[in-house]
């Protein structure tokens, strides 16, 4: 995808681009320029997280194996209710 840098050294970013990576307006980027590329990196912050009734829920990009983490998760849960940790 192409974009222009206009006079104040700002492009946007396609719309396809900032949906998939869950960026809205307010979202931090790190900015690095490695091998005469410029590499934006999402920041993930607050800014990923969304009340919905009385919930808070995550609208960012995953970091990790979610999956794994929830099994991990469970089996600590389990460890406790059985007393097998403390």
Not at 27 to 38: A, F, M, P, R
Not at 56 to 64: A, F, L, Q, R, S
Request: no cysteine; glycine share 10%; charged share 25%.
């Amino acid at each position: 995808m192409e974009t222009t840098v206009d006079e104040a050294g700002r492009v946007s970013l396609p719309a396809a681009i900032l949906q998939a990576l869950g960026l809205k307006p307010g979202s931090k980027l790190d900015v690095e320029s490695v091998n005469h590329k410029i590499v934006l990196e999402p920041i993930p912050g607050l800014e990923n997280l969304v009340q919905e009734g009385n919930i808070w829920v995550h609208t960012g990009v995953p970091t990790g194996d979610l999956l794994e983490a929830e099994a991990r998760d469970r089996e600590e849960r389990i460890e406790q209710i059985m007393g097998l940790k403390p």
